[in-house]
């Protein structure tokens, strides 16, 4: 068990509410008791700031102070690593680019998770985005259907 943890785990295991949320929250939970290394990517943790506190997007929405604090536990850990553009990302985003059929809109912010991803050695993720599974070399995991 290791890997970046998407999105669209974070926002289920903030909202109470979401089917998924027990599920979500629990798979947070135990990330943090492991010693595995786990990942966000600062594309991640600023979509899930812009989503949690968006009142169009989020059913109850999150004060930003919320928000920032629901992700404090794992910016501080040390089993947490944000992953950010390093001195290949360009290169490895072209390979990623040039590996897809007409990339575009809205799959340039998974395309990137997956640049920084390949660019850090990491292989595994963990989310509810299905969109993740056209990518080679990519293992995606959906801990909110138990898979």
Same mark, same amino acid.
């Given at each position: 068990?290791?890997?970046?943890?998407?999105?669209?785990?974070?926002?289920?295991?903030?909202?109470?509410?979401?089917p998924?949320?027990?599920?979500?929250?629990s798979?947070?939970?135990?990330?943090?008791? +492991?010693?595995? !290394?786990?990942? #966000? &990517?600062?594309?991640?943790?600023?979509?899930f700031?812009?989503?949690?506190? $968006?009142?169009? %997007?989020?059913?109850?929405?999150?004060?930003?102070?919320?928000?920032? +604090?629901?992700? !404090?536990?794992? #910016? &501080?850990?040390?089993?947490?690593?944000?992953?950010?553009?390093?001195?290949? $990302?360009?290169? %490895?985003l072209s390979?990623?680019?040039?590996?897809l059929?007409?990339? +575009?809109?809205?799959?340039?912010?998974d395309?990137?998770?997956?640049?920084l991803?390949?660019e850090?050695?990491?292989?595994?993720?963990?989310?509810?985005?299905?969109?993740?599974?056209?990518?080679?070399?990519?293992?995606?995991r959906?801990?909110?259907?138990?898979?």
């Amino acid at each position: 068990m290791s890997g970046v943890i998407d999105t669209n785990v974070l926002l289920y295991a903030a909202n109470r509410d979401a089917p998924q949320h027990e599920r979500a929250f629990s798979f947070l939970l135990e990330a943090g008791k +492991s010693s595995a !290394a786990w990942y #966000l &990517t600062e594309g991640i943790v600023y979509e899930f700031l812009r989503a949690s506190t $968006h009142p169009r %997007v989020f059913p109850a929405p999150l004060a930003a102070s919320d928000a920032v +604090s629901f992700l !404090a536990p794992m #910016l &501080t850990s040390t089993r947490f690593t944000v992953l950010s553009a390093g001195p290949r $990302h360009w290169s %490895v985003l072209s390979e990623v680019i040039a590996e897809l059929r007409s990339p +575009s809109g809205n799959l340039f912010f998974d395309i990137r998770t997956v640049a920084l991803m390949r660019e850090h050695g990491v292989r595994r993720i963990y989310s509810a985005d299905t969109d993740f599974l056209q990518f080679e070399g990519i293992d995606v995991r959906n801990p909110v259907k138990g898979r």
